[in-house]
């Protein structure tokens, strides 16, 4: 494989992540507050991690090929840099997951201003006057009964 096929293939493979991120970010304005916070701040990390790990990948063979004394030891620096720094990422994902959990109603409670559930009557519903009676069977009730 040649090296801009190689380099193609390294941008390839982070591409779905840095999709999934970058529209994580863009649906964000939906949460409260401090869950919008914790996610952006995790989209952010992961971010630049996965940016960090392209490039990282992509000069990996150059750096090999130059014979770049102590390429090794800089490879297992990256790796665990990158083995420190996912874990981060991901934990602010999980905790804006769940602030945004504890930031919304609880399960069942009536949310203020919240629209009716089959929305409001049309303006041309007719509504019958208080004082008509209504029978279950259709009938209508039997006169002087009262």
């Known amino acids: 494989m040649n090296v801009s096929g190689y380099v193609l293939l390294q941008a390839a493979q982070e591409l779905p992540t840095l999709v999934v991120l970058i529209v994580g970010a863009v649906l964000a304005r939906r949460l409260p507050e401090t869950a919008r916070r914790l996610l952006l701040a995790g989209v952010g990390v992961l ?13 990996l063979p150059w750096l090999a090929s130059e014979n770049v004394s102590g390429w090794v030891a800089l490879s297992t620096i990256f790796s665990v840099i990158r083995a420190l720094v996912a874990p981060v990422g991901f934990g602010l994902l999980i905790a804006a997951a769940f602030a945004a959990r504890r930031g919304g109603p609880a399960a069942g409670a009536a949310v203020p201003n919240a629209p009716a559930a089959w ?7 007719h509504w019958p006057a208080a004082e008509t009676q209504w029978s279950p069977t259709g009938q209508s009730p039997p006169t002087g009964s009262r």
Do not use: C, K, R
Request: a negative charge.
């Open 119 to 125: 929305g409001s009557p049309p303006p041309e519903a």
């Open 47 to 59: 971010l630049v991690l996965t940016v960090a790990t392209t490039v990282w990948f992509t000069a």
